[in-house]
């Protein structure tokens, strides 16, 4: 055995002792007297766990459904319900829903028939097409008269709601806010209503703001267009592949009616976890939450995603020049969360990137000084599914993105041919436990993490064994993984190449404008 390094590992040393109290109260045993689980009659999961130290819970809803479900053609359509959930439900938003849903169905009905004749390749009347858009105005702002703006937001924060917010990632849904104990029945009410009964409430005005979404993220950011980039050059197959955010084109063409139909077949009871943690005691607090919770009308548990991507057979590139930062990004193909090497990536990742004692800070950015910021991380763009390891690195000026492939390869080739050293792997366990400890800490994280374990492995308790996969790492997993998955036939690059502003030609110089004389 080698010795350890302790000018590195005492740091990370002392903030685990720091959290030994922590830990001694959430291990498993722990969390099992405090956590209840039920599923529902309809198929609902909820999980809660009492926190009495101060008066106030927090949730976390999560819906097994994200941008991977946006079928296809319909690219941005999970997103789009995420901000749907903040507009309100049939009674929470309104001054008179029966008078609203009628009117929101004139808007299909006219949105419908502006889009059939603004699909037309071949015949598109534009006198018609305007006439029709005049007439769709017309319907949604009929429909914005019975509108009460950002009234679910605002009856959450006048009853002392805090941090509310939702995301979607590739992979999931998530709604999320913390608020004070007395409040649990409100929140009870509001957050079954908006999964029961949610209303396509300025759905075409929210639409705007996603596709403004996209040009901010993707069409006015070099490196978010080449990640974009990267991504479809790297999946051939699968919707990781696709932007969250979705393809412009896309997201100007969804409807209402196809937003509720992506909610009436993902946002089912079976298809959601909800959790509470804070100052509730579940003998009281489960027979109201059945009742709100468990009137969602239950519908068929939707089935696992199909496509699976293809093995990659060849080494993909996208380059890109543009007179701006330049940046060096690649990715190798790896298993999905499952997979029994999962908790061997994220070594590889902590070692290679996490802190200033990294290998790739301390080569790339401390000593050779040849880029600004360099990192390796897995799970990327999600972790349900098969996924990439991927890498990244800032040149520089003066250097350039082929450097910054050169010294990726060198500290990957270094994975491969020896092993990293005892420090390295004890400091990554340590830190890992230390990380989890300290999501565990909070409520919030707390709902998250238990709410998370519960949907991925149908059982919360899986949290605690993360414990023991990080023990078992060793330094023959990390050199076997690095070789098994750092190939060039399964690696995706891609970068940025600065190249200098074209400059605009001068106008020839005719009689009509004559050339200035010299100053002399």
């Known amino acids: 055995m080698k010795t350890l390094n302790y000018r590195f590992f005492l740091p990370a040393l002392l903030a685990a ?38 008066p106030v819970f927090s949730f976390f809803t999560i819906v097994n459904a994200g941008s991977v479900q946006d079928p296809m053609g319909e690219s941005g359509i999970a997103h789009m319900f995420e901000h749907l ?19 929101l169905a004139k808007v299909e009905t006219a949105y419908a028939a502006y889009d059939a004749e603004f699909r037309k390749r071949v015949g598109r009347d534009p006198a018609k097409l305007q006439a029709l858009h005049v007439q769709f105005d017309a319907a949604m702002a009929t429909a914005q008269k019975y509108v ?96 969250g955010v979705g393809w412009e084109s896309e997201i100007t063409q969804i409807s209402a009616t196809q937003a509720m139909a992506f909610h009436k077949k993902y946002y089912v009871p079976a298809n959601i976890v ?6 509730i005691d579940p003998k009281s607090a489960l027979p109201m939450l059945t009742k709100y919770f468990g009137s969602i009308p239950a519908g068929p548990k939707p089935l696992p995603l199909a496509t699976v991507e293809p093995p990659q057979r060849g080494e993909r590139s996208v380059v890109l020049r543009e007179a701006t930062q330049p940046i060096y990004v690649e990715g190798y193909h790896r298993p999905d969360y499952l997979d029994k090497d999962d908790t061997v ?76 050293t005892d420090a390295e792997l004890q400091m990554y366990k340590t830190r890992a436990r230390v990380d989890l400890l300290r999501s565990l800490d909070d409520n919030q994280g707390l709902a998250e993490e238990l709410g998370t374990y519960q949907l991925r492995y149908g059982d919360w308790r899986m949290l ?21 998955v750092f190939t060039a036939d399964n690696r995706t690059c891609a970068m940025i190449e600065y190249t200098p502003p074209t400059q605009p030609k001068k106008p020839a110089q005719t009689a009509a404008t004559p050339a200035k004389a010299s100053a002399r």
């Not at 909800?274 to 100052?279: A, F, I, L």
């Open 85 to 103: 959930a903040f507009k309100g439900t049939d009674t929470i938003g309104t001054t008179d829903y029966p008078a609203e849903k009628a009117a």
């Open 17 to 54: 002792l720091c959290l030994f109290g922590t830990a001694r109260a959430q291990d498993l045993a722990s969390f099992e007297k405090r956590v209840t689980v039920k599923v529902l009659p309809n198929g609902l999961t909820l999980i809660l766990c009492r926190r009495p130290e101060a």
């Open 345 to 420: 990536y994220d070594a590889i990742s902590d070692i290679l990137s996490n802190g200033r004692t990294s290998r790739l800070y301390r080569s790339l950015v401390r000593d050779q000084k040849i880029a600004a910021d360099a990192a390796g991380f897995s799970g990327f763009p999600g972790d349900k599914y098969p996924n990439l390891f991927a890498f990244y690195a800032v040149p520089t000026p003066g250097h350039t993105p082929q450097q910054m492939r050169a010294a990726i390869h060198k500290q990957i080739d270094l994975l491969k041919t020896q092993d990293v």
């Open 148 to 243: 009460i703006p950002n009234q679910f937001t605002q009856i959450a924060e006048t009853n002392g709601a805090t941090g509310i917010n939702a995301s979607t990632s590739l992979d999931d849904t998530q709604y999320f806010w913390s608020m004070p104990a007395n409040r649990l029945q409100l929140w009870a009410y509001m957050e079954s209503g908006r999964i029961a009964h949610p209303v396509p409430r300025e759905f075409y005005k929210e639409r705007n703001v996603v596709n403004e979404e996209r040009r901010m993220r993707i069409d006015s950011s070099p490196i978010g267009y080449l990640v974009e980039q990267f991504l479809a050059a790297a999946y051939t197959a699968h919707p990781y592949g696709r932007p």
């Open 274 to 279: 909800v959790t509470v943690v804070g100052d």
């Open 464 to 484: 605690f064994n993360q414990m023991q996969k990080i023990d078992a790492v060793t330094q023959a997993d990390i050199r076997r993984v690095a070789n098994q």
